[in-house]
């Protein structure tokens, strides 16, 4: 897609804000609609609409598929971890009261958080590895008969 | 509309048609969705649906074919199948409660509990964040555990793991193709 | 039995007949198709519109999303929508995203091995292919070919 000039120009625009947006769907889940997943898919949109419309050896560049494979089991261990960290701190397997005792409820409100980051970053991870298994395969297709 | 889209999407051959209008329908569900107040998997329905697996599908389509062979299977039975299970879901129905009744049993006792503890047990405005993270934080973590597994499961199936495999027998070279 | 099919009942019921009717396209498709492709679409449209049914359960009429005023204060006046079937299905779409991928995956595959992905082109290649292996090793296995 070497000559698609405005969509060149308008991706390049919008990965930036797709990602700032991931981001705001992140830690802003618990005041208004959004989390860890739809935070997570949105990220990985980014990355995907940059290689659609670029190519899967740029996009690979700033997001190398070794990263991408960590990224995917580190989501599982930040969440799976924090169930043991309140469990070393006396209190049931993710019960997040455990990080406050005192005021249980700041306590949920980081586990929450933390937990929503485990989920956001396991499935940016497993998106966008899915997305380059598929690119990753030569097209029977070609372009031009699209 | 919803019932347009998908029996266009039976009658539809051009499998290509058949995906974007598989997004189309993501999209007015997403819609209907957030009439129906539920707007954080209205939100994950038009991320997911219309974006994600739509891209999905049309990959996996460059990777095959575009063009659906006419069935060579008479409807009759299909369609006997598909009416008798209507029928059956039908005559469940009409037990349920009237649509947005507020004494349904569903509402009476589960729920107000869970709006009331919610408030000072969690603290979070997002219900819903609220729920799917601390009360039913084995679940999420369950659904997080999938994902994981269907990552990991595409990755056996599409990268290169295969093709080294491959390499050792040499045999079948026409599978070499994937660079993973 | 027909005395209680009141307007209201046709009314307050119409949702979940909507939903009846897509599913039943859906599971149409996924049953009558052949092409593995239009078979993943069918579940789709089958997947979605369970959510839906459920989502239409937690609904209360004259109610609002579950979410609470920023500063907590909860006018205990508004009435919010139960929010158990939204976590449910929320949970529900992330492992639908998660299969369907698996099943693209392997569509793939099974394109590469059999080349074609039409359900009746797999099982005449698999029937030629047991016939033939039927015909090669028929008689050491006593003749059953």
Redesign the interface.
């Known amino acids: 897609m070497h000559h698609h000039l405005i969509l060149r120009v308008v991706t390049k625009l919008l990965v930036g804000t797709i990602i700032l947006y991931a981001l705001y769907v992140q830690f802003h889940?618990?005041?208004?609609?959004?989390?860890g997943?739809?935070a997570g898919?949105?990220m990985?949109?980014a990355f995907?609409l940059y290689g659609?419309v670029f190519s899967l050896a740029s996009v690979q560049q700033v997001f190398p598929p070794w990263l991408v494979?960590k990224l995917?089991?580190l989501?599982?261990l930040i969440?799976?971890g924090t169930?043991v960290v309140s469990l070393f701190l006396g209190y049931n397997y993710?019960d997040?009261g455990a990080f406050t005792p005192h005021h249980?409820?700041?306590g949920?409100?980081y586990?929450?958080l933390v937990?929503?980051l485990?989920?956001g970053v396991?499935?940016t991870?497993?998106?966008v590895?899915?997305?380059y298994?598929?690119?990753?395969?030569?097209?029977?297709?070609s372009d031009e008969?699209? | 509309m919803l019932v347009i889209t998908a029996l266009t999407v039976v009658r539809t051959a051009s499998l290509f048609a058949v995906v974007m209008l598989s997004g189309v329908f993501s999209l007015l569900s997403a819609l209907l969705l957030v009439t129906l107040d539920a707007v954080d998997v209205a939100f994950t329905e038009a991320a997911v649906g219309a974006g994600i697996s739509t891209v999905l599908m049309l990959s996996t389509l460059a990777l095959t074919s575009r063009h659906e062979r006419p069935s060579k299977l008479s409807p009759v039975v299909p369609l006997f199948v598909v009416l008798v299970t209507g029928a059956a879901l039908f005559y469940g129905t009409l037990d349920m409660p009237n649509f947005g009744s507020a004494d349904a049993p569903a509402m009476l006792h589960v729920y107000p509990e869970y709006m009331e503890r919610s408030q000072h047990e969690i603290g979070v405005p997002n219900v819903v964040t609220g729920i799917l993270a601390s009360y039913r934080g084995y679940d999420t973590l369950g659904e997080t555990a999938v994902v994981f597994t269907a990552g990991v499961g595409v990755l056996m199936l599409l990268s290169g793991l295969r093709r080294r495999r491959e390499d050792d027998e040499d045999d079948d070279g026409e599978n070499q193709r994937g660079s993973g | 039995m027909f005395e209680e099919f009141t307007w209201e009942f046709i009314v307050g019921h119409l949702n979940y007949w909507l939903f009846i009717v897509l599913m039943m396209t859906g599971l149409y498709i996924v049953v009558a198709r052949s092409n593995l492709v239009k078979k993943l679409v069918g579940l789709n449209i089958f997947q979605v519109s369970v959510f839906m049914l459920y989502i239409s359960m937690g609904k209360i009429t004259g109610g609002t999303a579950p979410i609470f005023p920023t500063d907590m204060k909860v006018d205990p006046g508004v009435t919010y929508s139960n929010p158990l079937p939204h976590v449910l299905i929320l949970t529900a779409i992330v492992v639908g995203i998660a299969t369907t991928s698996l099943a693209l995956a392997l569509i793939v595959r099974i394109r590469e091995e059999y080349n074609t992905i039409d359900e009746a082109g797999i099982l005449e290649i698999e029937s030629t292919i047991c016939r033939a292996e039927n015909q090669l090793h028929g008689e050491a296995m006593g003749g059953r070919a």
Do not use: C, K, N
């Open positions: 889940g618990d005041y208004s609609p959004g989390g997943f739809q898919v949105i990985a949109v995907i659609v494979h995917v089991a989501g599982v969440y799976a169930g993710l997040y249980p409820e700041h949920q409100h586990g929450i937990v929503e485990g989920v396991t499935v991870g497993v998106m590895a899915i997305y298994a598929f690119a990753g395969r030569t097209p029977v297709i008969e699209w």
